[in-house]
Structure formats: structure tokens, C-alpha cells
């Protein structure tokens, strides 16, 4: 049976651009996540202990809110139909398989790496893919083209996430392990289409946002008990301070926003937008409460500008040759119609 087919749905300019504000603020809201989770990652001393605890403490949520809601046991019944019937297929609710690889990079590598070299590994990755993501039709909004307008967003996002922190580029030690949130980047943009299609068929955001949970927490489940038997408990105890716990609500948010919006604006758009706020976020966490692997200067804020003109390329060409063509099409037939009154 082919793969379910979806019809994107006419946007209006001011709903595009209240979905990729939302979009950047959830990007802004990714980046204090990657410095909670890897606080709590240097704190326990294990990297996959913190990733379960943060996927894990999301899930849990989600379980008492799902229920609770009438769109949330809605949605989990037209799940179930759209899973028999074979509208949805089982590989496109394995969507937070990626985000648990991501949520683990944050705990294993945001200690060494600081929040904005994270980033910009997380960042390269997610720029690529998600133009493969959308050429190949994956999400939700349909095949879209790579357009000049879209790649040179992509390709500015990478130039100006590379500026922004370019000076611990200088450190060759960090390039090694900036490796593994590189490849959650690239995992990140499938998992934002695919978490994309069960928002669709389920249409209830908070049920694609418990199916990611559900399935990356199983996933980390998993690494945890193999951790456990080669390794033993994590060196050090729970912590106590309340808001290193914090790292799972924020992903339901992000998961939850993403879902909600990537109809609307299409895989890369979305990575784009929210690549924004990682940077902004990442910049200001790094300049307001910086960490012995922090290193903000000048150049890391005139990244962060640039990258926001990148999505600005990105989100604005396509409008732009739309006016364009729409004041052509407007010029001939005006033309035509004086030809023929004449």
C-alpha cells in the first residue's frame, strides 16, 4: 500500500509567519534545553541516564495529558484506525528515535562543547537533510523544490552558525565529539516530517508529541539497561536542584510546536526557523550565564544576526517570486486586454 499523500494547505502570509515565530521560539526553547541536559549529564557523570530522564520525564507528562483532553483520546483512536488501515505506516511513528539520539548528544557533549559549538553541529547536519527531507516528499507539506531562495538559506545558515563560533574551531579536540550532535542534525530533520504525518492522520498535536516521546524513551530504555550491565550506575546522584529536571517538559513543547506547524512550513523553513532560535538562545545563554565551556565574543553575536537573515532568504523567496509572478501574469493579461480592445 502506498504511503499516505497529504495536501498542503494554501497559507496565508500572516499564518506563515506566526508559524515560523513559534517555530524560532521553540528553537530558543531547544537551546535551554541542551544546557539543562547537559548540566544534568556533567552532574551525573552518564549521558544516557540524562537523556532517559528527560525523555522519560516528558513521557510521563504526556501520559496524564493525553488522556485528560478529548483531542488527545480522539487522536489516539484515529491513530489506531490509521495504523490498521495502513494510512499510516509503523516506521513514521518511530520519529522520536531520532529525537532520543539528540536528547543523549545534549547530555554526552554540551558539557565539553558549550551550548553554541553544540549548535552549530546540530545545525550543519539539520540545514542538509532537511532539503533532502522535503525534495524527497517525506513530510507532510508535499515534495517541495530546492529552490535558489531555499539553499541559499541553508547555505547561510551553515556560514553564519560556523562564524558564530568560529573561535573554538581553533580546539581540534572538540571536532571529534562535535561528531555525534552533527549526525543528530541530520536525524532531526526525518524526524520532524515523519512526527509531522502523525500529527496529520491523528490530527492532535498532543498525540504525535506522546508518540515521539513513547518511542524515544523505549529507545533509551534500551541503552540504559545495556549501560547499566557494561558499566554499573552512573557516578554520581540525582541532583537536587529542580529545574535540571526541566530538559523533558521543554521537549514536549518543542516536539509539540513542530508537529503543529511543519504543515505550514514545510521541513526546511521549519529546521531554519528553529535553527534561529537555537543560535539566539545559544548565544544568550552562553553571554548571560556562561560555563567553563562557553566562549562568547563578538563574532559569535554577528552569527547569530546572520543566521536570522538566512531564514529570512529562506521564508521570504518564496514570496517574493510569487509577487513576481502574480504582477506578470497581472501585466499580460492587462496587455491582452488592450490588444483586444484595440
Known sequence: MSAPTATRPAVSAGRRFGAVALATLAGVAVATQSRING????????????????????????????????????????????????????????????????VFTQGATVGTLGVAVFTVAVVAGQSASSLLVDRAG?????????????LAGAALTVVAVLLAVSDRFREPATLGLAVLPLL???????????????????????????????????????????????????????????????????????????????????????????????VVGAVLLDVLMPSAASHPDPTTLL??????????VAALGGRVRAWSSATRSGTARRGQTDDDGR
Open 303 to 312: 552569527g547569530a544576526v546572520l543566521t536570522l537573515v538566512a531564514v529570512a
Open 138 to 150: 517525506i513530510g507532510p507539506s508535499g515534495r517541495q523544490p530546492v529552490t535558489g531562495a531555499r
Open 184 to 278: 543528530a542534525g541530520v536525524a532531526v530533520a526525518w524526524q520532524q516530517a515523519v512526527n509531522g504525518w502523525v500529527r496529520v492522520v491523528s490530527e492532535s498535536t498532543l498525540t504525535a508529541t506522546l508518540v515521539n516521546f513513547a518511542a524515544g524513551t523505549a529507545v533509551l530504555l534500551v541503552a540504559f539497561v545495556v549501560s547499566l550491565a557494561l558499566r554499573g550506575l552512573p557516578p554520581g546522584g540525582l541532583p537536587a536542584d529542580p529545574w535540571l529536571y526541566l530538559g523533558g517538559p521543554i521537549g514536549v513543547t518543542f516536539i509539540a510546536v513542530a508537529a503543529a506547524v511543519v504543515r505550514l512550513t514545510g521541513v526546511l523553513l521549519l529546521g531554519l526557523a528553529t535553527v534561529a532560535g537555537q
Open 39 to 102: 548540566e544534568l549529564g556533567v552532574r551525573l557523570g552518564d549521558g544516557v541516564t540524562a537523556a532517559v530522564i528527560s525523555f522519560g520525564s516528558g513521557l510521563l507528562l504526556l501520559l496524564v495529558l493525553v488522556p485528560a483532553t478529548g483531542a488527545g483520546r480522539r487522536g489516539l483512536t484515529t491513530l489506531r484506525t490509521a495504523l490498521g488501515r495502513g494510512t499510516l505506516r509503523p516506521w513514521q511513528c518511530l520519529g522520536g528515535a531520532c529525537g532520543a539520539f539528540l
